[in-house]
Structures are given as C-alpha cells and as structure tokens.
C-alpha cells in the first residue's frame, strides 16, 4: 500500500494537472492533492463520478457560461470526463498490482503511465479549453483568469 500511495503522491507532485479540483479529480483509495483544489482523493465508482460532475458544474457557474458558449464548454467536459476515466483505470490498475512483487524498475514504470497521462490528460484539456476561452469576451476571460489564479497552477489537473 505504501507503494501505491507514494506513485499516487509523486503523480501529484510532478503536476497534479489534470484539472482536478473543479475540472477533474484523481481516483484513488486514499487522500492526496488534486487539482484545481487541492483537495482529498476521491474514492473510485459512483463518488468520482459524481465528483466530476459537481466540480463541472461548479466551474460551469464560476465562469458564467453561456448559452452560446455551451458547445465549447461541451468539449471542455468531454475531455474532463474522459481524464478522469483514464486516470481512475490508471489507479485500479496500481491497486490491482502487489506491491512486495514489485521492483524499483516496476514501480518507476508505473509513475512514468501515470506522468505520461497526466500530460496527454492536460494536452487534450488545454486544447478544449483554449477553444472556449477564444470565444469569451474579454470580461469573461478575466473571469476565467481569476478562477485559474486562485486554483494555482499546480491545482490545476485532468486527472480522472
């Protein structure tokens, strides 16, 4: 178990950007930070999902989307979902493996899916959301800016 939480942590540490928090949130079976907030892990199933969701629906309000904006708010929550689905079979798969039959070489391999997802993760939602910001007017962009300000870049994730 100490091995599973210390990938977790250290996946957390080298970016915790797939925007969890309001955006997303990574699955586990024990707390560490996320992103957008930094706030405890939520459990894997039902309550991550749901978990999502609120935090889409919250950043939904904080940005104050609009009708006209909703297509592209759209692909931002695909990409969302999808990060967290990704990161929760990343996690499951890190529960699933015995830790005393592990190597130092396993267990470095493990980080390094879990680094290479947290960055694909954030490649995809960097793309959606840079859509939707484009098409903000410039007072809404502000708004955006000082939600993402006060998430702290390193809060900011797109793990599932």
Not at 46 to 74: C, P, V, Y
Not at 95 to 108: G, H, N, W
Request: aromatic share 4%; hydrophobic share 45%.
């Amino acid at each position: 178990m100490s091995s599973f939480c210390r990938t977790i942590a250290m996946s957390a540490l080298v970016g915790t950007s797939m925007l969890a928090g309001p955006l997303t949130t990574m699955a586990a079976d024990s707390a560490a930070p996320a992103a957008i907030q930094a706030a405890p892990v939520a459990t894997r199933g039902e309550h991550a999902k749901e978990t999502i969701e609120q935090r889409i629906a919250s950043l939904h309000a904080s940005l104050a989307i609009t009708a006209g904006e909703e297509a592209d708010w759209n692909g931002v929550t695909k990409v969302m979902r999808e990060n967290a689905v990704a990161w929760e079979k990343l996690v499951a798969a890190k529960s699933a493996q015995d830790p005393t039959s592990m190597t130092a070489v396993d267990d470095l391999m493990t980080y390094q899916k879990f680094a290479v997802a947290h960055v694909e993760g954030l490649t995809s939602l960097t793309a959606a959301f840079s859509t939707l910001y484009q098409s903000m007017p410039d007072a809404q962009k502000k708004i955006a800016d000082q939600v993402f300000q006060n998430a702290g870049h390193a809060k900011i994730a797109t793990h599932g």
